[in-house]
């Protein structure tokens, strides 16, 4: 079904590909150079060859019966609604790093958009994790701080009237998931913590945040690093209107869920947050909530990884072994009274 949809985005690139690059000259073969499979799509990297350059596109085509109730069709429509209204957005305030939408495709099941040059910031962590020095030019720590400026100019562009807090949700999405991860380990001490904490936090929280649209999908896999600034692709998970600290937290609950990996150390960890917080613009007591946020997150990874097949028991049991350490470990840092 993905091949028979890709044979009708090439031909529609062949027909009109040369209206999105009327300085690329006369248009002369358009080429599908590999794919990557995902749970629920495909992404395709199609090059479109012109007389006096080459351009590069992607096309994400989501897998028929991979898509749950809204199917490939619908999924593409809300991803594809997405991205048009943020480049929308982003062109007219003169911001860069979202892709520019190439024809429509949502009736295929399909989202095309030009192909962001880079590589992904946790291509970047990893290396520095891994390669002594790699990081010692800097590299990392402007790529941090690029990160935040990007997602504080993402808000404030889309940003909404500040919403009202509802912390007695908040805590009582806590407690589910901490009694979620109990049955996998997680050590009453740490629920402790965690639970204690959070009220103790949201107490002297404040009763508005900032409003505007959330991505939902703020990782450092998904963040994009190139040579002319940060860029972003994916708005499947996208939401008009949310509270903007879900995706500092998301982000940063990602970063520290890295140190999972017994290469990956708290130091490069701990900087890249605190120069993407000061960056993004976070005060102290906005960090306090961020960091609650951030333990939900990072619990919900956590429960997450219990769906793993059965047949995979002994992944299974690593999985939990190594999270609820270092669940333990994120609460102790966050959200002990000394933090």
């Not at 919403?163 to 050590?187: H, Q, V, Y």
């Not at 500092?248 to 120069?275: G, M």
């Not at 028991?313 to 933090?339: C, G, N």
């Amino acid at each position: 079904m993905a091949e028979n949809v890709m044979d009708q985005i090439v031909a529609a690139l062949r027909q009109d590909g040369a209206r999105y690059y009327p300085q690329g000259g006369e248009l002369r073969n358009v080429r599908v150079v590999g794919h990557t499979p995902k749970t629920d799509h495909y992404i395709y990297d199609i090059v479109i060859d012109f007389a006096e350059r080459s351009e590069r596109v992607a096309a994400k085509v989501y897998r028929a019966g991979k898509c749950g109730p809204l199917g490939a069709k619908g999924m593409a429509e809300i991803e594809g609604g997405n991205l048009n209204s943020v480049f929308e957005i982003f062109m007219k305030k003169k911001l860069t790093g979202v892709p520019r939408p190439i024809g429509e495709f949502t009736e295929l099941g399909a989202v095309v958009a030009e192909k962001l040059p880079g590589v992904p910031l946790q291509s970047i962590i990893m290396k520095a994790a891994l390669l002594p020095g790699y990081a010692d030019d800097g590299t990392l720590r402007a790529a941090a701080k690029a990160t935040g400026d990007w997602l504080r100019r993402f808000h404030k562009a889309t940003s909404e009237m500040p919403a009202p807090f509802d912390g007695i949700a908040l805590l009582g999405d806590l407690e589910k998931l901490c009694a979620n991860c109990r049955t996998s380990g997680l050590d009453d001490a740490s629920v402790q913590t965690i639970i204690t904490g959070t009220k103790s936090i949201l107490s002297r929280t404040k009763k508005a945040l900032p409003s505007s649209a959330v991505l939902n999908d703020f990782t450092p896999l998904n963040v994009v690093i190139g040579e002319n600034g940060v860029g972003f692709a994916d708005f499947a998970k996208m939401t008009r209107t949310g509270n903007s600290f879900q995706d500092v937290a998301l982000f940063l609950a990602s970063v520290e869920a890295l140190e999972k990996y017994p290469f990956c150390n708290r130091t490069i960890t701990a900087e890249l947050q605190e120069i993407f917080l000061e960056a993004y613009g976070i005060t102290p007591q906005d960090e306090q909530v961020i960091r609650v946020l951030k333990m939900k997150a990072l619990l919900a990874m956590f429960a997450q990884g219990r769906g793993v097949k059965e047949s995979a028991v002994r992944k299974k049991v690593m999985w939990a072994t190594v999270m609820k350490r270092f669940i333990a470990q994120a609460a102790e840092r966050s959200l002990s009274p000394a933090a």
